[in-house]
Structure formats: structure tokens, C-alpha cells
């Protein structure tokens, strides 16, 4: 996560969107803490049913994609 916030900070604004997807079970609060203990800028979207991971055959996490425009 570090170096994802590090990545998001040298392209912020840079026609770049760095998104990472939480699929927690317990939902907004223990991601939002981990966040705000962190002190992550980047967007974090809830996945709480999994669903990104079956659509992107996910097999482990975590796991990253980078995705051309």
C-alpha cells in the first residue's frame, strides 16, 4: 500500500487514476481506519461481495492490475 500511495502521488493529475478495491467482509469502518492510520489519499472502493474478484479472476490477493486507457 505504500507504494501504491507513493504511485498515486507522482501521477496525480497526469491524465492517471489509481482505484484499488477493498473486499472486506466487515465493511466502511475497519477500511476507513486502516486508511486514515495510513494516511492514504488514494479512492478505496468496497467489494464487500467479491464480485471484482470473480469478474477478474482473481485467484489471490492482493493483487494488481494495471489498465491502459
Do not use: W
Not at 494516511?39 to 482473481?58: G, Q, S, Y
Request: glycine share 4%; aromatic share 10%; net charge negative.
Amino acid at each position: 500500500m505504500p507504494s501504491l500511495e507513493v504511485l498515486h502521488q507522482q501521477f496525480r493529475g497526469a491524465n492517471f487514476v489509481l482505484l484499488t478495491i477493498s473486499v472486506d467482509y466487515e465493511g466502511l469502518k475497519p477500511v476507513q481506519d486502516f486508511i486514515n492510520i495510513h494516511h492514504h489519499t488514494f479512492p478505496v472502493l468496497l467489494d464487500p461481495k467479491c464480485e471484482a474478484l470473480d469478474l477478474f479472476e482473481v485467484k489471490g490477493i492482493p493483487t494488481t492490475f494495471i489498465i491502459n486507457q
